[in-house]
């Protein structure tokens, strides 16, 4: 069997158009089209430029289709973040980015509605400002004119494929991003939504991965292709294409660090709301239990910082300038508030180790290896907790994603966990995607399938604790001391 599959994967910073091409047990893959996926600001509100993304996708499918005949295309995206629709089905205005202020703060304004230990009990997701509740809170507290105007709530990969078919529908995946969903039942927390004041008719209905949407409309001037719903959310994706049938964690790790298990079962527990970890569907009513932790965002930063129009580092510069530098010399909590909004980030972190009473890293090697060392420290923190919280003990971790191409970090976390550390593929988002679209099409005929497929298919580099772990276990207790230190 032959088939041409087109996975649109937007990340938090950039986003790229991939073409499966499967033939006879084989796929190979092809970047499409790439581009960058920058926040605007506008009046003090930072949003994603919508127009824009959606020419993207558009500019994709002309590349694509010019010189391939093309199957069915898939959209994944990051979470929580929405549109709202008119009545007439337009867009209000651009989706406001989840970094943006309008939720500081906004967790005190959502208490006094329903306490916060009861909305996790109910939806089983982790407490956090720029999930869609909140957000969706500040649009009722802060623009009560736009929100009596908005009849249609759709997430960004559901907003796209309604501007690509006009059919409205919330796949599940990415709804279980909101702390909208009932853990227990998958669906709608209506009772949830009418504490808070949310309509029910602002919510679409929910569908599963691998749903036939519609076809492309032909007034777009592109070819009429089928629209699947994969599993939108891009870590629902990623967790596709692990590459194990096995019981393991995982690391979805791009610019946020997806940390988690893949469970038959929510785990709602007083440890679980303790530790904040979250509860997310995936594929075949799978839960994801995990924790969001920054991820790559923070070296992406600190690049950002250091860049000069005649000077950028490369990955593999800050890999070697990190291995020269001088090991545990400064450890930060890379999940703390001084780090999630953009800006100069090396200067945040030299006040963090004023603030912590740790020598201040000083040199770009000091910079990066502080952050690598900092998220090998928090992923095995979390690792501990999902362990707790499970009640089983893990010995093997899989890395998928861009930052499995970091040899130092894999090592770092092989180091820090004492775990056996498998890591890739590396476009493991797309290729969840692609699988999604090909299993809808009866190519396989279930995931256990598609995992045993991916892990002959495709690279995943192996990484064993090494003899300077011991080093680790020191450390790890200094680190442990330093985040009891912010409670």
């Known amino acids: 069997m032959k088939k041409n599959v087109l996975a649109f994967d937007f990340g938090a910073s950039s986003g790229r158009v991939i073409l499966g091409k499967y033939a006879d047990g084989k796929i190979e893959l092809e970047e499409i089209h790439r581009f960058a996926n920058t926040p605007i600001e506008k009046n003090g509100t930072l949003s994603w430029d919508f127009p824009y993304l959606f020419q993207q996708i558009l500019v994709g499918i002309k590349k694509a289709t010019a010189t391939n005949s093309v199957d069915s295309l898939g959209i994944d995206t990051w979470g929580v973040d929405f549109g709202l629709l008119d009545e007439g089905g337009q867009l209000i205005l651009n989706p406001v980015n989840y970094r943006d202020l309008r939720t500081k703060g906004i ?9 916060l230990e009861t909305i996790y009990q109910r939806t089983g997701n982790q407490i956090m400002e720029i999930n869609t509740l909140f957000q969706l ?7 009560p004119e736009l929100f009596k105007k908005a009849k249609t709530f759709l997430f960004m990969p559901d907003l796209m494929n309604y501007f690509l078919t006009g059919k409205m529908k919330a796949e599940r995946s990415i709804a279980s991003t909101s702390q909208l969903i009932n853990a227990q039942t998958k669906k709608w927390d209506e009772d949830l939504m009418k ?3 949310f309509s029910k008719l602002l919510f679409p209905s929910l569908v599963t991965e691998g749903n036939f949407l519609g076809m492309t409309n032909r007034e777009l001037g592109v070819e009429p292709i089928a629209v699947f719903n994969v599993c939108q959310h891009d870590t629902a ?5 692990v590459p194990s049938n096995q019981e393991s964690l995982f690391v979805s790790c791009g610019t946020w660090s997806l940390v988690g298990t893949e469970l038959n079962r929510p785990i709602i527990n007083e440890k679980a709301f303790q530790y904040n970890l979250t509860n997310e569907s995936g594929m075949n009513g799978t839960t994801h239990f995990l924790k969001n932790c920054t991820g790559l965002w923070i070296i992406q930063e600190v690049k950002r910082n250091l860049e000069k129009p005649n000077r950028k580092y490369s990955y593999d510069e800050i890999t070697d300038l990190a291995y020269q530098a001088p090991a545990f010399k400064t450890l930060i909590d890379t999940d703390h508030p001084d780090f999630i909004r953009p800006g100069n980030m090396i200067a945040r972190i030299k006040e963090y180790a004023r603030k912590t009473k740790q020598a201040i890293p000083e040199t770009d090697g000091e910079i990066f290896r502080c952050i690598y060392e900092s998220l090998a420290m928090k992923y095995k923190y979390t690792f501990l907790e999902i362990s707790d919280a499970v009640g089983k ?11 499995s191409q970091s040899k130092i970090l894999c090592q770092m976390v092989a180091d820090a966990a004492n775990f056996q550390v498998s890591a890739g593929p590396v476009e493991a988002t797309a290729i969840g995607n692609l699988s ?8 396989f005929k279930d995931l256990q399938e598609v995992r045993g497929w991916i892990k002959k298919e495709f690279e995943i ?10 080093n680790w276990d020191l450390q790890f207790e200094r680190y442990q001391l330093l985040l009891d230190q912010e409670e």
């Open 107 to 115: 967790l005190t304004e959502a208490a006094k509605y329903l306490d």
């Open 137 to 143: 809170l500040a649009v009722k507290l802060q623009q």
């Open 195 to 197: 504490t808070f004041g």
């Open 237 to 241: 994706s990623a967790v596709v294409s």
């Open 393 to 403: 003990n893990y010995q093997t971790v899989n890395i998928v994603g861009g930052g």
């Open 436 to 443: 999604v679209q090909l299993l809808a099409q009866n190519v």
């Open 461 to 470: 580099k192996q990484y064993v604790p090494s003899k300077r772990r011991l």
